[in-house]
């Protein structure tokens, strides 16, 4: 199995369901409050860790109780946390999660994510061989996501990019993705997926939230129902859906094989509250 690298960020989750968005000034009574593990970086490697990928986490924290939290959580998965570093004098990135409708609304402070460095990706290249996995997303500083790419694809690594949240200051850098994996929403804010592959990106698979999902290869592009499920909370489908797709790809398989398996881990965390919370393991998925 290839070793996947996942550098990105690592947050502390502070979730609560209401009845509907606040206007300006109201206080709306909400209930089910809960303090979790997330970041799309973490979510992926907890994800890759879940599905039995040799997994290696590349981030930073803070010198708090969150960072700690985030660490335990992820080495409970399986990843390993060597690479995870804890800065001092900054607070771990806090997403503040309101749950409405059965939808996520997130805002989120960056915290310790903002210092991820160049070095950081260095550090972590030193731990990888030719064909190994790179994945990342773009809740660190921008600069450095494109040099990990370029170095990544540099060193001969499959290099997967989740373009989330949407920047299309990322649009230079994607001549350095093998795999793309955005929601309908962050591919059309890229141009779309004519203008993807005209970038350098090697394809694209888009998830379509309860529709599936659609894998695009230069002009072929196929559309995939998802399972069918009672949806609870979306928080973190999407970056389940990518870390079990890497945790397959590192396994040897197809797209098609890996991005089913990956459908069917996403749409079974939409059951479940909160991010790393809902992540299945790779026998539940199989048995699901």
């Not at 310790?112 to 064909?131: I, K, M, Q, T, Y």
């Not at 790419?149 to 540099?154: I, P, Q, S, V």
């Not at 955005?182 to 004519?194: D, F, H, I, S, Y």
């Not at 230069?218 to 399972?227: E, K």
């Amino acid at each position: 199995m290839k070793k996947i690298i996942v550098a990105g960020s690592l947050n502390a989750d502070l979730g609560i369901t209401a009845p509907h968005l606040p206007a300006g000034g109201e206080t709306l009574t909400g209930g089910g409050f809960y303090t979790g593990c997330g970041g799309k970086g973490a979510n992926q490697a907890t994800a890759a860790g879940r599905f039995g990928a040799d997994v290696v986490m590349c981030g930073c924290v803070g010198a708090d109780a969150f960072g700690g939290m985030l660490t335990e959580n992820l080495a409970a998965a399986g990843a390993d946390v060597s690479l995870v570093r804890r800065a001092d004098g900054v607070p771990t990135g806090v997403a503040v999660i309101l749950l409405t409708g059965g939808e996520n609304r997130i805002i989120l402070d960056r915290g310790a994510n903002a210092l991820l460095s160049e070095e950081d990706v260095e550090r972590a290249l030193l731990l990888c061989g030719e064909g190994d996995i790179w994945l990342t997303q773009l809740e660190n500083p921008l600069p450095v996501v494109a040099y990990g790419l370029r170095r990544a694809k540099e060193r001969g690594l499959f290099t997967i990019l989740n373009p989330a949240p949407a920047d299309a200051a990322v649009l230079p850098f994607l001549r350095y993705v093998d795999l793309l994996t955005p929601n309908e929403g962050e591919r059309a804010l890229l141009g779309g997926t004519k203008a993807l592959f005209s970038a350098g990106v090697g394809a694209v698979v888009t998830t379509l939230g309860g529709s599936g999902y659609e894998i695009a290869c230069g002009a072929d592009a196929v559309q995939y129902t998802c399972i069918d499920v009672p949806v609870l909370d979306t928080t973190g489908a999407g970056d389940t859906f990518c870390g079990a797709l890497a945790a397959e790809l590192a396994r040897g398989v197809s797209l098609a094989d890996a991005a089913r398996l990956a459908s069917k881990a996403a749409s079974i965390a939409c059951t479940r509250k909160g991010a790393a919370a809902s992540i299945p393991t790779r026998e539940e998925t199989l048995a699901y």
